[in-house]
């Protein structure tokens, strides 16, 4: 069993920076077997899109749409996975979710959301 919890909503200006974090609660024999962890996104009547993606060996994946702008970060075995977003769009604007696959298992977290809005 994983549960993920997102931090770091907000309503900023186009051109900004925002960070989100993940914190994974997770046993110590769970943790070793969770294989990827990442974010997505889901817009305003749109269906929900990677974001990135961070595997436990540290291998990250970023979507074409973000790379460059957004980093996905952080380190599995200490449960705390990061998206650094800079220079953000008002197309950015979505609930983004925290996502661990844990055996062949997909647990979510339940989104925070980020506006992007002059």
């Known amino acids: 069993q994983v549960q993920l919890v997102e931090s770091g909503c907000g309503l900023v200006q186009p051109g900004c920076s925002l960070t989100l974090s993940c914190a994974a609660s997770?046993?110590?024999?769970?943790?070793?077997?969770?294989?990827?962890m990442g974010w997505y996104r889901q817009a305003p009547g749109k269906e929900r899109e990677l974001v990135a993606t961070i595997t436990k060996y540290g291998i990250t994946n970023h979507a074409g749409s973000v790379k460059g702008r957004f980093t996905i970060s952080g380190d599995i075995a200490k449960r705390m996975v990061y998206l650094q977003m800079v220079s953000l769009k008002p197309e950015d604007t979505a609930v983004y979710y925290c996502h661990a696959e844990q055996r062949g298992i997909d647990y979510w977290g339940k989104g925070t959301l980020v506006t992007v809005s002059s």
């Open positions: 997770v046993s110590i024999f769970g943790i070793f077997s969770i294989n990827v």
